[in-house]
């Protein structure tokens, strides 16, 4: 399996906050994966890391090939990326923020209009987004971040108090794109169904990375009866 991200005995400090503490891993193409962690577990901080919005403290990050960080990060337009809390212009339309960002990112702007029916939001894509209930406005989000048909999508926990109907739709537009051979990366604060679904699940605990696995080995590992949901 190709790897397109590597995170290399990472270390990332604010100050006097250890943000993430000696985390290593990689992730695949055609790769679900769920990062699971409580607040300041540390989760954004390594998908801003993987985006090269911030540098490590120490450790080194490869992202297609390449280091994220630098200025002529060649990687970057085939990064997807739906920040927590993701925000739009109250006064436009779906159809007109898509738009904006299909020109921004130099993609056709027909295809990203297709991606609004993909997240299921084709009915409501004229109203202006201040009529949107948040599930929709994450709707948004995850068509947005699919512009340009990314090879790693970074989802910061996209799903966290949404409704079963939307978070089958996050997820059924996730598992194709990976199944056709992108990297997924959705964080939580919990396992909930969606993520266990997840083909692998990596587990942060302050900064530390304290499992990575499948949910059966996690399960395994934590001697875990199936119904018993595994909490972080
Ligand atoms: P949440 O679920 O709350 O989003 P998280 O797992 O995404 O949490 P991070 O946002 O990565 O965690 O934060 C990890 C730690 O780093 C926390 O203690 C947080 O307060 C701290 N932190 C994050 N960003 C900054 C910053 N810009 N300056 C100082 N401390 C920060």
Same mark, same amino acid.
Request: glycine share 10%; net charge positive.
């Given at each position: ?7 290399? =005995? ?25 990062? +699971? ?16 919005? +911030? ?5 080194? +990050? ?7 960080? /630098? ?27 898509q738009a ?26 004229r109203r ?43 997820? =059924? ?48 590992? /934590?001697?875990?009866?199936?119904? +018993?949901?595994?909490?972080v």
């Open positions: 399996m190709t790897k397109t991200v590597r995170i290399c =005995d990472v270390t990332k400090d604010y100050g006097s906050v250890k943000a993430v503490r000696g985390a290593s891993f990689e992730l695949g193409e055609g790769e679900l994966v769920a990062l +699971i962690g409580h607040n300041g577990a540390g989760k954004t901080t390594l998908m801003k890391l993987m985006l090269g919005l +911030i540098r490590p403290s120490s450790g080194s +990050i490869e992202v297609l090939g390449d280091n994220p960080a /630098a200025g002529e990060f060649a990687g970057r337009r085939q990064l997807g990326y739906l920040p927590e809390n993701v925000s739009f212009e109250a006064a436009l339309t779906a159809r007109e923020t904006f960002y299909a020109r921004l990112k130099r993609e056709p702007v027909a295809k990203a209009l297709d991606l609004l029916d993909a997240v299921g939001l084709g009915s409501a894509s202006r987004i201040g009529t949107y209930s948040k599930g929709m406005r994450q709707r948004l989000g995850l068509a947005q971040a699919l512009i340009g048909r990314p090879r790693v999508l970074l989802l910061d926990e996209p799903t966290t108090g949404l409704d079963p109907e939307l978070r089958q739709t996050f997820y =059924d537009v996730i598992a194709r794109l990976a199944s056709e051979g992108a990297t997924v990366l959705l964080s939580s604060h919990a396992l909930t169904e969606l993520e266990e679904r997840a083909g692998r699940v990596i587990i942060m605990n302050r900064g530390v990375k304290v499992a990575d696995g499948s949910i059966e080995e996690l399960r395994r590992l /934590a001697r875990l009866p199936t119904r +018993i949901r595994l909490k």
